[in-house]
Nanobody
């Protein structure tokens, strides 16, 4: 069973940056990892995903160009660099991981519609003030 521990959340002003970390007990090349977020009263939203086997990344439209997902394989740690933060980015951010099998990038790009991640962290709060 994979254990995930997030850190790095905090409070920043709009336009600022934060870097989230997700330390995994282990990762496999057959896994995908992702960041989700959820604000109270709203649905959980997939933010960014990493396909370990291909080193491919996917972002939801609202964060493209501002957020960067990356993986340090040696440290089993997933990162989310968040720049140009906006008040609407305020949410609890969760790390997720599980096995994944995709034929190609087009298939992988549907990850937030098709994936059913089985492993989740406890979350880290991000608050962006205007």
């Amino acid at each position: 069973q994979v254990q995930l521990v997030e850190s790095g959340g905090g409070s920043v002003q709009a336009g600022g940056s934060l870097r989230l970390s997700c330390a995994a007990s282990y990762t496999y090349s057959t896994y995908c990892m992702a960041w989700y977020r959820q604000d109270p009263g709203k649905e959980r939203e997939g933010v960014a995903a990493f396909w370990i086997a291909r080193g491919s990344t996917y972002y939801t439209d609202s964060v493209k160009g501002r957020f960067t997902i990356s993986l340090d394989n040696a440290k089993n740690t997933l990162f989310l660099q968040m720049n140009s933060l906006k008040p609407e980015d305020t949410a609890m951010y969760y790390c997720a991981a599980d096995l994944c099998y995709y034929d190609d990038y087009a298939d992988f790009s549907q990850i937030f519609r098709t994936a059913n991640f089985g492993y989740w962290g406890q979350g880290t709060q991000v608050t962006v003030s205007s």
